[in-house]
């Protein structure tokens, strides 16, 4: 899901995602957090009570500051999206804890490293 709302932050007008509240249930609460890294990228979200989000998507998103995501999220798809957002859309990020993905996709770093990724 939160792929999909990275996707849709460089779509053309706005997305509505609704019936998310087990994204808040889970290890973190991750539509908090997908919230969160959509801001700091500049997106213009709207929470829609507990359980969605409505997005506002700018195709011309170019990311070119330093974004930081914590190491206490621990959680790896968190991760993947910070990763995949700093892949496609530039910026410099730090993003902490490189070893949550090893829960469930333990080739990942591996694999994005080879598309260009520097993970130190």
């Known amino acids: ?17 609704r019936g998310l509240e087990e994204l808040n249930k889970k290890e973190s609460k991750r539509l908090d957090w997908g919230i969160k890294i959509l801001k ?10 507990n359980h969605g989000i409505r997005i506002y998507g700018n195709p011309n998103l170019k990311l070119n500051k330093i974004y930081r995501i914590k190491s206490y999220l621990k959680d790896h ?3 993947m999206l910070s990763v995949i957002a ?3 859309l530039g ?17 990942f770093n591996k694999l994005v490293m080879k598309l260009g990724a ?3």
């Not at 700091?40 to 009570?49: F, N, R």
């Open 1 to 17: 899901m939160l792929l999909l709302f990275l996707v849709s932050s460089v779509s053309k007008g706005a997305s509505t995602f």
């Open 86 to 88: 700093a892949l496609t």
């Open 40 to 49: 700091m990228m500049g997106i213009k979200t709207k929470k829609i009570s």
């Open 91 to 107: 910026g410099k990020w730090v993003i902490n804890d490189p070893d949550s993905i090893k829960s469930s996709f333990p080739t």
């Open 77 to 79: 798809r968190i991760y």
């Open 118 to 120: 520097k993970i130190i």
